[in-house]
């Protein structure tokens, strides 16, 4: 018997877990402390109203005979991707309903999607970026090159003439850095997939932050993304699922590589290893989508993004920063060039606040902090205060 030896090409510690060891271990020996957490992603506000009625109507349902649900299809129900297919409409962007795969949270598919590939595939990850992408892959022994990611590029590096790739993961809003491509960029990326047959997963979990019109809110916005791009989602910040746990990911019917149609791949891999998600989860996902339920979640998402933008004034007073326009994060500059861990610890410390040191998502993060919006009010106007002094 032998264990998985690629675990040892990874970091012995998963990054948020490790951020929250440190918290807890402070926060046991300090108890007279208020810790300030705006270090992992998981939103503070309430499930929008009409997701909580669906859902609740959904488990009365299956209290009875006659309206009880066990096993659900693989998929997805249909009542759900409908409602996930009229989302695309709204945003100008045809998706048909058979192309829609319902999951538990676009992180889940981040990582099985590899199931669908040779370990051969060369990975391009740009660098700093949500650390999943780079651990399912090194778990699987496939081998994974860093794209980097910048200032100088804006933290949205493009493909160059010499640039090699097989599996291309691109997440716009970018998590931690809060960029976001322009249609220009994101066609370049096209182009370049299509010109080399290569495969970009393209994860859309922070789309609905992007206020600005000029901005895609899909790859499939983008002419030729068909033929090279499966999108993932997630409500986890779109309607605060983070405790609830549903999201999406999409297989255009185009898609096809080895002469086997991804699709049909993925739902053969879903069948083996994933059960679906709950009837009454997938009610109230569905609901999220709904006219009243989209009006309630977007109030949440208005609240985070105020929230950013107090935090936006406080940490441009100091030093440099990124995102926050179109993302829940601030990704800034550690002042006095101090190291991403060095200035975690100061934070934690000497003022009670729990970031995301920057190194954690990459060689390209070190000198980085990664700063939540998804905080109370109160929270980030006193985490605000304690930084400015």
Same mark, same amino acid.
């Given at each position: 018997m032998k264990i998985n030896g690629n675990f040892q090409n990874m970091e012995k510690n998963y990054l948020f877990a490790e951020v929250a060891a440190r918290s807890a271990a402070y926060a046991k020996a300090h108890p007279e402390k208020k810790l300030l957490r705006m270090g992992i992603g998981d939103v503070s506000g309430p499930l929008p109203a009409a997701v909580v009625k669906a859902m609740k109507d959904a488990c009365d349902e299956m209290a009875t005979k006659e309206d009880f649900r066990g096993y659900g299809p693989y998929e997805g129900y249909d009542? &759900?991707?409908?409602?996930?297919?009229?989302?695309?409409?709204? &945003?100008?962007?045809?998706v048909d309903v058979s192309e829609i795969y319902v999951n538990d949270g676009a992180k889940s598919d981040a990582g099985n999607i590899g199931d669908l590939f040779d370990r051969d595939n060369l990975c391009l990850i740009p660098d700093p970026v949500y650390p999943v992408y780079v651990d399912s892959n090194l778990m699987a022994g496939r081998p994974v090159e860093y794209l980097r990611a910048c200032p100088e590029n804006g933290f949205l590096p493009l493909p160059q003439m010499d640039t090699k790739a097989d599996l291309i993961y691109i997440c716009s809003p970018n998590n931690p850095t809060g960029a976001v491509y322009d249609r220009e960029g994101l066609k370049a990326w096209v182009d370049f997939a299509n010109r080399r047959g290569a495969l970009i997963l393209f994860d859309a979990a922070y789309e609905a932050f992007i206020s600005d019109p000029a901005l895609p809110r899909s790859i499939y916005e983008i002419d030729g993304a068909r033929t090279c791009a499966v999108e993932m989602c997630t409500l986890s910040k779109l309607a605060g699922f983070t405790g609830v746990r549903c999201g999406y990911t999409v297989f255009p019917k185009e898609l096809e590589r080895g002469g086997e149609q991804l699709g049909a791949l993925w739902l053969r891999r879903q069948s083996t290893k994933f059960n679906g998600v709950s009837y009454p989860v997938q009610r109230g996902a569905a609901a999220a989508f709904s006219k009243e339920g989209l009006a309630q979640a977007m109030a949440g998402i208005a609240y985070y993004k105020e929230n950013a933008a107090i935090m936006a004034e406080t940490i441009g007073s100091f030093t440099r920063y990124w995102g926050g326009a179109n993302s829940p994060y601030i990704w800034l500059e550690c002042p006095g060039k101090r190291k991403s861990w060095e200035y975690f610890d100061y934070l934690l410390n000497e003022k009670q606040i729990v970031?995301?040191?920057?190194?954690?998502?990459?060689?390209?993060?070190?000198g980085f902090l990664r700063l939540t919006a998804f905080g109370d009010r109160e929270d980030v106007l006193e985490a605000m205060d304690r930084i400015a002094r």
């Open positions: 009542f &759900l991707r409908e409602a996930i297919s009229g989302y695309y409409a709204s &945003l100008g962007v045809t970031a995301t040191p920057g190194a954690g998502f990459g060689p390209g993060g070190e």
